[in-house]
């Protein structure tokens, strides 16, 4: 018989466990009512933020790694305490499991210390592609200590991410062990049985119950329905007797006094927001600050795939009058990142005067770290600088729409603009990407599509927020 019991066990928390509940708790409860998790081990890796193996063994290429090969867990746990009890330096994919707890990090590192294996330990380490040391990446660290302390009779006091610029970042175990602890405990209140009301956050988008979970929420007339509202403002409005959007948006005076530790500007506005929802129409609050153009603008969306930590794709909408013409730079191969984003920067520089019109941060971050990687032409970087137009900050606070999110996807469709491709979104690209890689010759035109609809949306939006405030 084996010594580990992976495939007889009804629920087990994985690392997973804490990346779902922390983008929607009501994610584990679908698993539990339904399939288990449905997503293919590309959008796994995609969500979790990891890197394609070559990427990643890549940055362990100055280490001696041994890799766990099996694919079964149970055979995949004995052969990673095999490799441990024989001090093997480096462990890449190996499997750690406690009892219900499945752990696999992506790195096992041999350090010295004192522990049950002898004069040496093992510490965890993941990699991640973010540059940004997130909770969720602490709370799988924390769970892979627990496991480790159980294994080896030694728990690591530190928790590690090798991120993908080769940057190592560390934290202390100890300091999030509050944290940690309430977060498992919620995990493990989903294994028992027990469900929490709903709260409907951007990344709910993540898990592929989505739309049971927003169907659910607005069926219960949430507050957590309206776009961008805290969870400390929830609890003062029920604090203060209003427990649902429609109750918020029919308080009296009175009633919206009653509730504290809201300032009543931002009452206010979440109670127009309520109404928006309630009456499924815009509300205009004043003017949305844009410039008018009487020249050329650009119109940019980004296509990136962080599997490989690159940006395959620039699409330009160049707009002159009436006149528009779309442009897309693509790198068909990884290597011709570089070269890409040269051909993009020189076709930039020849519209360098031109207020460059986008939805969102990401193109400034992109740009941002482009410009330190590869370079730019001088006018471009000024023209990053001092001409880049966030459509979606303009209009934040003077445009209130009767929908839980502000996404270009949410807005532009609640505008009447449509998609080629119906529901697709960013991780389809990415999936377009590997295929056009694998030789499907047609998922590229897909990406471009998909790519030049994302522009035109954007300037869609732009033209309708600058022609409402101009009726106003």
């Known amino acids: 018989m084996a010594l580990f019991c992976y495939t007889?066990?009804?629920?087990?928390?994985?690392?997973?466990?804490?990346?779902?509940?922390?983008?929607?708790?009501?994610?584990?409860?679908?698993?539990?009512?339904?399939?288990?998790?449905?997503?293919?081990?590309?959008?796994?890796?995609?969500?979790?933020?990891?890197?394609?193996?070559?990427?990643?063994?890549?940055?362990?290429?100055d280490r001696e790694v041994t890799e766990v090969k099996s694919d079964d867990m149970d055979e995949a746990a004995q052969e990673t305490l095999e490799m441990m009890k024989r001090g093997i330096e480096t462990i890449y994919k190996g499997v750690l499991i406690k009892g219900h707890w499945v752990g696999r990090p992506d790195i096992l590192e041999k350090v010295e210390g004192d522990s049950g294996l002898g004069d040496y330990y093992y510490i965890a380490c993941d990699i991640k592609r973010s540059r940004h040391l997130k909770d969720e990446y602490k709370f799988q660290g924390s769970f892979y200590a627990d496991i480790l302390e159980k294994v080896q009779g030694m728990k690591p006091v530190q928790g590690y991410v090798l991120h993908a610029n080769g940057r190592v970042s560390s934290y202390l175990l100890e300091?999030?062990?509050?944290?940690?602890?309430?977060?498992?405990d919620g995990i493990e209140d989903i294994l028992d049985g027990k469900k929490k009301p709903h709260f409907l956050t951007s990344s709910c988008k993540q898990s592929p119950w989505f739309d049971a979970c927003q169907s659910e929420t607005l069926s219960c007339d949430s507050l957590s329905t309206i776009n961008r509202i805290w969870r400390s403002e929830i609890s003062s409005l029920i604090a203060g007797g209003i427990t649902s959007v429609t109750e918020l948006a029919n308080a009296t005076p009175d009633a919206i006094k009653q509730v504290s530790g809201v300032t009543s500007d931002r009452l206010y506005f979440l109670q127009q927001q309520a109404n928006a929802l309630i009456d499924n129409k815009?509300?205009?609050?004043?003017?949305?600050?844009?410039?008018?153009?009487?020249?050329?603008?650009?119109?940019?969306?980004?296509?990136?795939?962080?599997?490989?930590?690159?940006?395959?794709?620039?699409?330009?909408?160049?707009?002159?009058?009436?006149?528009?013409?779309?442009?897309?730079?693509?790198?068909?191969?990884?290597?011709?990142?570089?070269?890409?984003?040269?051909?993009?920067t020189a076709f930039l520089e020849q519209y360098s005067q031109a207020n460059i019109y986008h939805y969102g941060w990401y193109e400034q971050e992109v740009f941002k770290k482009k410009v330190e990687m590869y370079g730019a032409p001088e006018a471009v970087k000024e023209q990053f600088e001092k001409r880049m137009?966030?459509?979606?900050?303009?209009?934040?606070?003077?445009?209130?729409?009767?929908?839980?999110f502000y996404s270009l996807k949410d807005i532009a469709k609640h505008l009447g603009f449509k998609w080629r491709i119906a529901d697709a979104s960013g991780l389809d690209s990415v999936i377009w990407y590997q295929e056009w890689l694998a030789g499907d010759k047609s998922a590229?035109?897909?990406?471009?599509?998909?790519?030049?609809?994302?522009?035109?949306?954007?300037?869609?939006?732009?033209?309708?927020?600058?022609?409402?405030?101009?009726r106003l």
């Open 8 to 61: 007889m066990l009804m629920h087990q928390i994985t690392e997973q466990s804490f990346y779902k509940y922390v983008r929607c708790p009501s994610w584990l409860n679908h698993e539990m009512d339904g399939e288990g998790d449905l997503r293919d081990p590309l959008m796994i890796k995609l969500q979790d933020e990891g890197l394609l193996r070559e990427r990643e063994l890549d940055l362990l290429k």
């Open 175 to 184: 300091a999030f062990e509050t944290e940690y602890s309430l977060t498992l």
């Open 282 to 344: 815009v509300i205009r609050m004043g003017d949305v600050d844009l410039p008018e153009e009487d020249g050329i603008v650009l119109v940019i969306d980004i296509e990136s795939d962080p599997l490989r930590d690159l940006d395959y794709l620039f699409g330009v909408l160049v707009v002159d009058g009436q006149k528009e013409e779309y442009h897309a730079f693509t790198a068909k191969k990884p290597e011709d990142e570089e070269k890409n984003w040269h051909k993009f």
């Open 389 to 404: 137009v966030d459509v979606i900050v303009a209009m934040r606070e003077k445009v209130i729409f009767p929908t839980p």
């Open 444 to 470: 590229l035109k897909d990406i471009v599509e998909y790519n030049e609809d994302d522009v035109r949306a954007t300037w869609l939006v732009r033209n309708w927020a600058l022609e409402t405030s101009e």
